[in-house]
């Protein structure tokens, strides 16, 4: 099980897909080796040093959060069903709505999609709010998202930050 790292009025909350296997055992998020978040995070300004895992709760000491759309943990986010998309999205809404974050970025397209239900999504930020936050979506930091190099990563969230 992944716990949430939120605080009421945060600039941004990044929700993941659903936690993978060694984050949920870890019950850090983003822990897999393979994992850039915490790597692309600091490279884009979003802190001053690299927060390791085991340290994922002092995101909050930044104005940051954190949480996944499904809490099923599952090797690959393809794994998971719309069932649990749908299952998921009214959890997901009373906790924005009840922490109203400034922006939700979600990290990948397929959660935003499914909640949305908008078949076509593009990089960055998005025109409509979600829950009263202003919607980013960034690349999936996941060491299995290899159509994203590092610096396109970095390059992609550091719009974000740059956007706060």
Partial sequence: MLTDHISKDLKVIFCGI???LKSASDGHHFS??????????YQSGFTPYEIEP???ATILDFGYGLTTAVERATARAD???KDEF???I???KTKMTHFKPRYIAFLGKAAYRAFSEKKQISWGYQAEDFC???VWILPNPSGLNRGFSINDLVNSYRELY???
């Fill in 32 to 41: 897999g080796r393979s994992n850039r978040f915490w790597k692309v995070l």
């Fill in 79 to 81: 794994e998971l069903s």
């Fill in 54 to 56: 085991v340290n994922d």
């Fill in 90 to 92: 009214e959890v997901f």
């Fill in 18 to 20: 659903n936690p993978g």
């Fill in 132 to 134: 009263g936050a202003m």
């Fill in 162 to 164: 740059q956007a706060l």
């Fill in 86 to 88: 749908d299952d998921s």
